[in-house]
């Protein structure tokens, strides 16, 4: 849509496209202070809690680790590193069941805790950081495992450093928090808003931009008031905008909060640098200042636990690689009959079949659903065409021409209709009528076309290889011939020599003629007369 208003604060706002009014069940879990979840005897920490390569671990089974320590390494640009949430012993580097919708196991590091929770020695605080170089800044904040925390894990140093081409104006901060049940960024704002206020001063002086818009949607009063007053006494010059919200499913997606407050698109397939933006989690900027003004590492993160299967909802401040039925315990365990355990929301969660997995970097939520909460829709129907979907889509996208692409596995033409646009946000299904699990089949499409495109990644580099090893052979049998060619050439006579030689062959075999021809022009001898004539 075109149009604009203006927010209660005169700051202008747009309307993406589409979107969905859900009950949001905010108040299961808000109600109540977080509070810091108990020391879990054991800490399972995946390798992989990001987008990008997987982290190389840098101890090893029987280790003695203390807090905050790093116990895996980054491998190239786009990877973050992982700390130890507590002080303990290393007891397993192996594959563990870890929060992923394909069930599958990954490797992890697990450790014993001690009981102390002894910090390992941090580095410095930065308190001066707008003196400081941005880019000792952004290294600081990549050593320290910091990834985006509303749920991409893209880490967050790469984020902050889009290149001298494409020059940032504003800095868009994330506290919409649209997805229903979720509550850890409004419990989070509320707590510590001075923190987050802390965090995009670092980030704008990494950017070097003066501009900051803040967005929260309009249901959460309290925490819009302690990010007000925060901004307030932590920002004097004014740079940073908190921005009301009107409630809809998915302003908090990145494109759909970038045009709710700055009216711009970010185009297909491209990220918001190159339209000058950057979008950043209030849990982001919460980690960054802990980071640059503690020096303490990403080792915990707030984390609801929720839904009406669970008997006491609330926040819990959780150490990264806490196993997810310890925080459900902590929450007085499950409560009626269980449809469902999802981590996340209920409509970009996915639904996992244990709760023996960790609380990871991206893990925001545990909502355990009641059938009541998550009837089953019964078999898919036909579609009927209704164009329904279209209409709520967020991202201008046709889903009946992606699902029916999708179900005939022909990934050529789904990506010609803009899969990788969609952002899985759940809008299509949630208003099909005929409940066909049209993210399923997206999903499904994307992971295909993932596959084909690393075989083909890998075929061009097994054609690349081979022409290298022709290549090589024939740069080898050219240097074969050529030292030959020299050999023999050094062994031939030189210069006027060869004339000589030539007379001289000349001359033998004209010599060996002649006397080939005397040879045959000899009268034979006269033979013997036999005995018996003598």
Request: net charge positive; glycine share 8%; charged share 25%.
């Amino acid at each position: 849509m075109l149009f604009s208003v203006l927010s209660p604060h005169r700051q202008r706002l747009w309307h993406f496209h589409g979107g969905v009014h859900l009950p949001d069940e905010k108040a299961l879990s808000n109600f109540a202070p977080s509070v810091a979840a108990p020391l879990p005897k054991r800490l399972t920490l995946p390798l992989q809690q990001h987008i990008g390569a997987t982290s190389q671990p840098c101890v090893a089974v029987g280790d003695q680790v203390r807090k905050g320590q790093m116990l895996a390494k980054p491998q190239g640009y786009v990877s973050a590193p992982v700390h130890a949430p507590s002080s303990g012993t290393v007891v397993a580097i192996e594959p563990r069941r870890v929060p992923h919708p394909s069930g599958l196991s990954a490797p992890c590091v697990v450790i014993e805790t001690d009981g102390e929770d002894a910090w390992a020695e941090l580095p410095a605080p930065v308190p001066d950081f707008e003196r400081r170089d941005p880019g000792e800044l952004r290294e600081r904040i990549r050593q320290s495992g910091i990834v985006g925390m509303g749920g991409a894990s893209f880490p967050s140093s790469v984020k902050l450093n889009p290149g001298p081409d494409q020059p940032i104006e504003t800095l868009v901060i994330n506290g919409a928090e649209c997805e229903p049940y979720i509550t850890c960024d409004d419990r989070l704002m509320r707590e510590r808003a001075a923190d987050i206020v802390n965090g995009i001063r670092v980030m704008l002086h990494i950017l070097g931009t003066r501009r900051c818009l803040l967005g929260i949607e309009d249901n959460k009063p309290e925490a819009i008031a302690a990010m007000r007053h925060a901004v307030q006494q932590g920002d004097p010059a004014g740079r940073i905008n908190l921005v009301e919200i009107p409630t809809l499913y998915p302003s908090g997606g990145e494109k759909q909060l970038i045009r709710i407050l700055t009216g711009k698109e970010v185009p297909s397939h491209g990220i918001p640098a190159q339209v000058g933006i950057v979008c950043q989690n209030v849990g982001t900027a919460c980690a960054v200042a802990d980071a640059v003004l503690r020096g303490r590492p990403l080792v915990e993160r707030y984390v609801t636990v929720t839904g009406r299967a669970i008997a006491e909802p609330r926040n819990y401040r959780a150490r990264i690689g806490t196993p997810a039925i310890e925080l459900i315990q902590a929450s007085g365990g499950y409560v009626g009959e269980l449809e469902k355990l999802v981590v996340g929301g209920p409509m970009m969660g996915f639904r996992v079949d244990t709760d023996a997995i960790p609380i990871t970097k991206a893990a925001n939520c545990l909502l355990a659903l009641t059938p009541a909460e998550s009837p089953d829709p019964g078999e898919p129907q036909p579609c009927i065409r209704c164009g329904r979907c279209a209409e709520v889509c967020p991202t201008y996208l046709l889903p009946q021409q992606l699902y029916w692409h999708a179900r005939s596995k022909d990934l050529d033409k789904v990506q010609d209709y803009n899969l990788f646009d969609c952002i899985e946000c759940g809008c299509c299904a949630h208003v099909c009528p005929s409940h066909i699990p049209l993210v399923q089949y997206y999903r499904y499409a994307k992971t295909e076309s993932w596959a084909r495109e690393r075989e083909k990644r890998a075929a061009e580099r097994a054609r690349q290889r081979h022409a290298a090893r022709e290549a090589r052979l024939e740069r080898l049998e050219r240097e074969r011939k050529a030292k030959l060619r020299k050999k023999k050439e050094a062994v031939a006579p030189k210069g006027g020599d060869d004339a000589k030689q030539a007379a001289i062959r000349a001359a033998r075999e004209r010599a060996a003629q002649n006397k080939a021809a005397r040879q045959g022009d000899k009268p034979r001898k006269p033979a013997q007369a036999s005995a018996s004539n003598g």
